[in-house]
């Protein structure tokens, strides 16, 4: 059983109301646990249309904990975006970066999908720091069934 | 059918000698310019944590082009 929910944290500098068309009904929510991976858009491509579908708005907050950009930072939460796909990518997260001369964008979107009795991460580890990539295999680890007579 | 136990991660994954593989190395070298904290690994690196995490059993297999995976069984 999936849960198809997703952390997304929102770090921009910027006009706030510069976010909007980039990332539609944005939602906020704080941050929380999950599987995490990667996937990076580049330039300004906004999100595809449909795939950020907002649960509700909690918390307009300080800079989060994985960006230092300055400004206004926003935690959200939302479905899990299609766009991860519906396979082993679907368990894991998006990490993106949006630049421009006048936005900074960077998003990481956790999705608090189970993991099922295997998992697979592909180009996903490289996304993330010592501390982050060690989280995720141990949460992979903690996922996976245990061994048979144990 | 027992339940498989298997983390698999697949990546672009470095020479543990880190002599070898110049993609690995230059995804790494963008990883960190692209990412807040990210870089790219050897198989041993991918092991060693594997490892400390509790996993019994792990091996590194070349899968195709510049791609290998690293298999942990719990």
Request: proline fraction near 7%; charge should be neutral; charged fraction near 20%.
């Amino acid at each position: 059983m999936h849960r198809h929910e997703s952390d997304i944290t929102l770090g921009y500098a910027g006009e706030r109301k510069q976010l909007q068309p980039l990332f539609h009904q944005a939602a906020i929510e704080p941050a929380g646990e999950g599987i995490n991976g990667g996937r990076t858009l580049r330039g300004r491509e906004p999100l595809p249309a449909g795939t950020i579908d907002p649960i509700e708005q909690v918390h307009h907050g300080p800079p989060g904990r994985r960006h230092q950009a300055p400004g206004l930072f926003t935690h959200c939460r939302f479905r899990a975006p299609s766009f991860l796909g519906g396979s082993s990518h679907s368990r894991v997260a998006a990490s993106s970066m949006v630049r421009s001369p006048t936005l900074s964008i960077a998003v990481h979107i956790t999705v608090t999908k189970e993991v099922t009795s295997s998992d697979v991460m592909g180009h996903i580890l490289h996304d993330w720091n010592l501390e982050d990539k060690k989280m995720l295999i141990a949460k992979a680890y903690a996922a996976l069934p245990r061994p048979a007579g144990v | 059918m027992p339940p498989c136990r298997a983390l698999l991660v697949y990546e672009v994954l470095i020479d543990d000698a880190r002599r070898q593989n110049a993609l690995g190395l230059l995804i790494s070298l963008n990883m960190l310019i692209e990412t807040p904290g990210g870089f790219d690994y050897t198989g041993a690196d991918c092991t060693g944590w594997m490892r400390a995490a509790g996993f019994r059993e792990t091996w590194v297999e070349h899968l195709a082009g510049p791609d290998s995976m690293v298999v942990g069984i719990k």
